[in-house]
């Protein structure tokens, strides 16, 4: 029986850090903590439940069923699951999430040298997928490519720039935003709810399952404990480059009050404690962070859609990878503009998929409780979704007055509710049913 050494859980553990790690990790904690002002632990905690929190009980999800989302879905039946799975892979595959870590890193890493033209992002990109599709087309080398070449080059750059927020500051923590004043925790919970990393952790469980097993451990007990370690070791990452990022944020008023997100206030910052230089490095780190989640996606969708259709592994990642490659020369504006709705729309549901699995020792009958409540969760996932997109107007007033609808989450009493009443049914029919497809 193959078990891994430490070097190599650390490794495992550096690889799923790092698929986690893009450029939307970076920039929303600095925006987030300068919001947050005096009120930035209360914030900060609120953003590592849903930033960290959520993607963590993800990975063990997946874990517990053995990293593949078809298991994790069995309860709906097989073609809601694979609607659900086909859905959520190319939303945050070659659709959106992928293409867009290729523009935001040319945008913060690239165009400030080189202007903001169609030429250069097209150089940059086809540059960029080159190395992504070197890197993904054999995934069994994830772990030594990324685990321990490219993170710990990522992990320095890091360094650098959270040790230097926590210990040169650009002033004193400021004042809090009017919407943090009241509710500070709150806050901080919906900005790590717009990660989307849960999303991403649907995705990546299945890539991180696969690594291991291409270390030569086979045993399913040992597959799963190892992927809760390495989500473990990407959580304890994730949470101390978060609250170094909040810190800046919250203690830059003073040189980039005027900012309006998050890629701004780290340009100030690092102009103002480190000139060219801190551009630099800036650059490094979100060309990395970007680079290790797109080779993280373009891999997890070649595993699914390979398994799924009549194709091979390496045909599904470099068609995928040119398509990402011509999506992300739309430009980000469009790319985002579309992308939000979708993703918006797609969220609930994978919340409440991962928040069922992890209580599936309650049900009798899983696929009692999985159809209602995931299909009320998908009424208010489009309803959300249609607010995002600006069809406000399409959306019954009565979904507006729901608790919490103002911040997005107006599905949640319903989702609740639902869950309760299947629940007494659930037990009041008794004997478990056989999941059917």
Not at 49 to 77: E, K, S, W
Not at 79 to 108: D, H, Q
Not at 188 to 203: P, S
């Amino acid at each position: 029986m193959t078990r891994l050494k430490g070097s190599d859980l650390l490794a495992l553990g550096f690889m799923t850090f790092a698929l986690f790690l893009g450029a939307g990790n970076i920039i929303f904690p600095p925006s987030a903590g300068m919001a947050a002002g005096e009120h930035l632990g209360s914030a900060a905690l609120g953003f590592l439940l849903t930033g960290v929190g959520l993607p963590l009980l993800t990975i063990v999800a997946l874990a517990r069923v053995g990293g593949g989302m078809a298991l994790l879905t069995a309860p709906l039946g097989r073609r809601a699951g694979v609607l659900f799975a086909v859905a959520v892979y190319l939303a945050i595959g070659p659709l959106f999430a992928t293409p867009r870590t290729a523009v935001v890193s040319f945008e913060m890493g690239v165009a400030p040298f080189t202007g903001n033209s169609g030429t250069p992002l097209l150089v940059y990109s086809l540059a960029y997928f080159a190395a992504v599709l070197f890197l993904s087309l054999n995934p069994g080398r994830l772990v030594d490519r990324i685990g321990k070449f490219i993170t710990p080059v990522l992990l320095a750059g890091l360094l650098v720039l959270g040790g230097a927020a926590l210990f040169a500051p650009a002033g004193s923590v400021g004042e809090a935003a009017e919407a943090y004043r009241s509710a500070p925790f709150v806050q901080g919970f919906l900005q790590g709810y717009l990660t989307m990393d849960t999303l991403g952790a649907l995705v990546f469980g299945i890539v991180i399952a696969t690594a291991i097993r291409d270390r030569g451990v086979s045993e399913r007990g040992l597959i799963t404990r190892y992927s809760v370690i390495a989500g473990l070791i990407a959580a304890l990452g994730l949470s101390l480059v978060y609250l170094a990022l909040f810190y800046l944020g919250a203690t830059s008023q003073g040189i980039a009050g005027e900012a309006q997100n998050g890629v701004q206030i780290l340009t100030a910052y690092v102009q103002h404690s480190f000139g060219t230089t801190g551009s630099l490095l800036l650059a490094l780190v979100i060309t990395l962070a970007c680079l290790t989640t797109a080779v993280g996606l373009l891999t997890a969708c070649g595993e699914f859609f390979s398994d799924l259709l009549p194709v091979s592994y390496r045909t599904v990642v470099v068609a995928f990878g040119l398509f990402s490659l011509v999506v992300a020369n739309q430009g980000l504006t469009q790319l985002i503009s579309v992308s939000v709705p979708v993703l918006v729309g797609l969220y609930p549901l994978a919340i409440v998929l991962v928040a069922l699995s992890l209580f599936d020792g309650l049900w009798l009958s899983p696929r009692r409780i999985f159809v209602p409540v995931m299909l009320v969760a998908l009424i208010f996932g489009l309803v959300d979704a249609l607010g995002a997109a600006g069809f406000k107007q399409w959306v019954p007033a009565l979904f507006a007055e729901l608790p919490l609808a103002e911040h997005g989450l107006g599905w949640l009493v319903p989702v609740l509710g639902t869950l309760l009443v299947v629940a007494i049914v659930d037990r009041l029919l008794g004997e478990p049913q056989s999941v059917t497809a």
